[in-house]
């Protein structure tokens, strides 16, 4: 675990530092494109839309702080979607989001049962997924303006079991 890291559950009030650390990262999701993201794309990262997921039993809200400072969150819904993961920055490469979604794998885990969980990533994410053993199950795509690969990790929960 990263030194002086604390990961907990978001909390409302986290909304507006949630929404500021989506917005600076932003231009990674983009890099090269021509249309901008339509309005809509955007109101989902507004703090009063990340108020109402965290607000909402369909989804699950983690933070990372360091000395207090939000740096990272990972968002899922129904516990089988990534919708937000994002590390600020100044934070990157240092195992914030392995630790974010570490978490996040444990407490799916717990549950028992097979794992399946998807995402779309950016272009720009997707070394950090594959990492953590997504791979893709789709060809690049564009919505919204925003370009991303779905891309999915399946985890058998008995492969485990039999494995310890």
């Given at each position: ?53 965290i607000g ?16 990272g969150v ?17 934070y990157q ?72």
């Amino acid at each position: 675990m990263i030194q002086g890291i604390t990961i907990r559950l978001a909390t409302c009030s986290d909304a507006p530092d949630i929404s500021k650390l989506i917005y600076a990262q932003f231009h990674h999701r983009t890099p090269t494109l021509a249309e901008q993201p339509t309005p809509e794309f955007f109101a989902g990262f507004a703090p009063e839309t990340i108020k109402e997921y965290i607000g909402s039993a369909r989804y699950r809200y983690l933070v990372a702080l360091i000395e207090g400072q939000l740096v990272g969150v990972l968002g899922i819904r129904d516990s089988e979607r990534i919708i937000h993961l994002f590390v600020a920055e100044s934070y990157q490469r240092r195992g914030i989001a392995r630790a974010l979604w570490g978490r996040t794998k444990s407490e799916l885990m717990a549950d028992g049962g097979d794992v399946r969980v998807v995402t779309n990533s950016s272009i720009y994410a997707i070394p950090v997924y594959e990492r953590f053993g997504f791979k893709a199950i789709g060809p690049r795509a564009e919505r919204a303006g925003v370009t991303y690969v779905p891309m999915q990790l399946v985890i058998s929960n008995s492969q485990c079991q039999q494995a310890t």
